[in-house]
């Protein structure tokens, strides 16, 4: 039986390059897809922090709920933004080969990084990394699609913004001046694409299997087990990274508070035949070294704000 595929997309410039790189990889396969775009809530109310909803995966859960209506038939998502625990009935249907999985700040000029500077950013993460490596800094807040991001860099006096590298090189807006942030540790799954689709959906689901990465899987999955054992459903500092050389595993992982002024963080080498539940157990050590506390008082923190 032949079926259209509808592929289920938030509606900014990344997320349709992303929807139509996946179009493009299921046409090629010789299937017949429709782009379905969506306005999710974390995309029409931009004045909040993203940790003021008390809610994790503001930007996926109108297309779960798309799918599970039957508007849509699969959602394509950037990895890093998708719940560590999926909706009853959704599945993971493949993982995209991964992109860069870098941070980099866009600058008026890096003067400022020896004194006073302001830095943009919506990401608890990336505020807590920057804060602990330049305490004498002020952040603020920045929301919106990347577009809205940059206009909002380019409109106020901040000396920069951070940013994924990923998402501006796939649209084509990374410029030519730029930093690494090579010591900043990316969020799980940064650089990743992931494709859910309904669990009782076989035809997607074997469509689908043919567009999964299998190292970008293990990687992505070792950063994702490690952030949820750390972080239970709390929006958290938490920056992971998985990389594959070879047949070794190199995992560096990290939590911080929310001020930057506290780091727990931890670094690893296995063999990829080893790595099963290995997020996990680099996580349940940061959690033994003071992790437990330290989410505790992020937890509070956080609630306050809220």
């Not at 029409?44 to 798309?66: H, N, Q, S």
């Not at 849509?72 to 933004?81: G, P, Q, T, Y």
């Not at 990389?243 to 780091?263: P, Q, R």
Request: charge should be negative; include cysteine; charged fraction near 25%.
């Amino acid at each position: 039986m032949k079926k259209t595929i509808r592929i289920g997309t938030r509606d900014s410039e990344l997320a349709l390059w992303q929807a139509n790189t996946v179009k493009n990889a299921l046409e090629a396969l010789g299937h017949e897809t429709e782009l379905v775009p969506v306005k999710s809530q974390g995309d029409l109310v931009l004045d909040k922090p993203l940790y003021e909803f008390g809610i994790t995966g503001i930007f996926t859960k109108t297309l779960d709920v798309a799918m599970l209506t039957d508007t849509i038939d699969i959602a394509v998502h950037s990895m890093k933004d998708v719940p560590t625990a999926l909706p009853k009935g959704i599945v993971e249907a493949a993982v995209m080969k991964r992109a860069h999985t870098q941070d980099i700040l866009l600058h008026k000029g890096t003067d400022f990084l020896n004194g006073k500077g302001t830095i943009a950013t919506g990401s608890l993460r990336r505020q807590a990394q920057w804060l602990n490596r330049y305490p004498q800094h002020e952040v603020v807040d920045l929301r919106g699609n990347v577009n809205t991001r940059l206009k909002k860099l380019e409109d106020n006096n901040w000396n920069g913004a951070i940013f994924a590298a990923a998402g501006l090189e796939r649209i084509n807006l990374k410029p030519e001046t730029y930093l690494d942030l090579d010591w900043m540790i990316p969020a799980p799954a940064q650089g990743a694409m992931l494709i859910v689709a309904k669990e009782e959906d076989a035809f997607c689901r074997n469509a689908l299997a043919a567009l999964n990465h299998e190292e970008s899987e293990i990687c992505v999955h070792i950063e994702r087990e490690f952030l949820r054992t750390l972080e239970g459903g709390c929006t958290a500092p938490i920056g992971a990274l998985a990389v594959i050389e070879e047949n070794e595993l190199h995992f560096k992982g990290a939590l911080f508070s929310v001020d930057g002024t506290k780091k727990l963080d931890i670094e690893k080498r296995i063999n990829v035949s080893d790595s099963k539940n290995f997020g996990k157990l680099c996580a349940e050590e940061i959690l033994q070294a003071g992790g437990s506390e330290l989410m505790k008082e992020i937890k509070s923190k956080l609630a306050q704000k809220g």
